[in-house]
């Protein structure tokens, strides 16, 4: 079924339509992700070691196995039984296999990749296996799958795969002190799977909380291919939050270009808004070669690619000149772009600093410095013409650039502005 799109009317709208397309992008490629570090597993061994632990336990002594019947209590007016009701049925089995590892009542922590396969229905017959896949110090996981029968089916043995999920518990003493998991031991094949594929499970959680948590004070994110996912999204939410804030205020109108600020806090942001004569999408392809960057832009010395890391996001380094009483500045930045999925939504091209493994390390020449949050929003007013937004929400690192034109003595924004116009006037018209 092909559901109709939804009608987006306000700021809010627009902002939570972004987030949720990027939302999806993870989920889209969640499964890839999890695929890759499962490879790299197995090609390391790493784990192979702890298999022979003396105090291990088997996983097989933590199956646990229940069957529910399907009442009309347990389902809606169509028949189909809640989805609720399934998962307090999968959180009470999850639970008796957690306990026979920790001798206690495990609390529920949380819910990771929970699978709706196939409905149940009223009469169906489900079966619940549960087991511990990994301990890790104070948290177990447990896989849980849960089949279905019907009466015809339940004679046959043919079952239908309905639900599957991971949950992940902690266990308290009486003094409220986590306790320690002992270590599993997997003895056959596919349980060996499930050991790794919890380990791969935790990594992009942990990767997924680092980069959603991130406090402002602190933009560097740590990257490498397990959290890429994540530090894109929250490069594409950083800069859709800051177009969407309240109470920006105008400090500068020419023809062509306007100028605001927002102070929230310590936090100053600058907004430049500049009125282009050529489609909203050729806008976005020349200012997608970040590269390109250096023909209208001063403060952009050198720039190079460091790493492609797929069609919509590249790896760039940046060398920026001195200014008076400081030392040259280089950069090391993340770049998105997302093309819109629907008419007036405009299009995002976002930069953010990264702590990049195997890339050049800070020179003794430059002052490695950082961007919080900075980018491009570009929005159509006609076939031929359309509104690009710059935003850059400012840092030690980018201050200096910018620190003369904010008290007034210098016009370097303005003229950094005119010259992007021009550049983007230029080039489409070759187009």
Avoid at 274 to 297: E, G, N, Y
Wanted: proline share 5%; with cysteine; net charge negative.
């Amino acid at each position: 079924i092909e559901l109709e799109p939804v009608q987006l009317l306000s700021t809010e709208d627009h902002l939570e339509h972004t987030l949720a397309t990027e939302r999806r992008r993870i989920r889209l490629g969640y499964e890839q992700l999890f695929q890759n570090l499962m490879q790299e597993s197995n090609k390391e061994g790493d784990y192979c070691d702890t298999f022979k632990e003396e105090d291990a336990v088997s996983t097989d002594l933590t199956h646990v196995q229940s069957i529910e019947l399907v009442q009309p209590p347990h389902a809606n007016h169509h028949g189909n039984t809640f989805g609720g009701q399934i998962m307090a049925w999968m959180e009470t089995v999850a639970s008796i296999s957690a306990s026979r590892l920790c001798r206690s009542y495990p609390i529920l922590k949380s819910v990771n990749m929970f699978k709706f396969w196939g409905p149940s229905v009223v009469g169906d017959r489900l079966v619940f296996n549960a087991i511990v896949n990994n301990t890790f110090q104070n948290s177990v996981e447990v896989g849980v799958r849960v089949e279905a029968y019907n009466c015809e089916e339940w004679i046959k043995g043919q079952a239908r795969h309905i639900n599957s999920a991971f949950l992940i518990f902690n266990a308290v003493n009486d003094k409220g002190e986590l306790l320690t998991f002992p270590g599993v031991k997997p003895t056959t094949k596919d349980s060996v799977r499930r050991y790794h594929g919890a380990i791969a499970r935790r990594r992009i959680r942990l990767a997924r909380k680092c980069m959603l948590s991130a406090k402002e004070d602190k933009p560097s994110d740590p990257w490498e291919r397990s959290n890429q996912a994540y530090v894109s999204y929250s490069n594409v939410a950083a800069l859709t939050h800051l177009a969407a804030k309240q109470g920006w205020e105008i400090t500068s109108m020419l023809e062509h270009i306007k100028i605001w600020t927002h102070e929230e806090g310590d936090v100053l942001s600058l907004k430049v808004e500049m009125q282009v004569k050529i489609p909203s999408h050729l806008a976005f392809s020349l200012l997608s070669d970040f590269t390109c960057r250096q023909q209208w832009d001063k403060h952009f010395l050198t720039c190079e690619v460091l790493q492609a890391v797929n069609e919509d996001e590249n790896i760039y380094y940046v060398t920026s000149p001195p200014m008076t009483g400081h030392k040259p500045r280089d950069f090391v930045i993340l770049v998105s772009q997302r093309q819109p999925c629907k008419p007036r939504i405009p299009n995002r091209k976002c930069g953010k600093s990264n702590i990049l493994e195997a890339l050049p390390p800070p020179s003794p020449e430059y002052c490695r410095s950082e961007i919080l949050c900075a980018g491009f929003q570009i929005y159509s007013d006609s076939d031929s013409s359309c509104t690009v937004c710059y935003f850059n929400q400012m840092t030690s690192g980018v201050m200096p650039y910018l620190a003369a034109n904010l008290t007034g003595s210098s016009n370097s924004i303005e003229d950094a502005a005119l010259e992007c116009i021009k550049f983007l006037e230029q080039k489409g018209s070759k187009c």
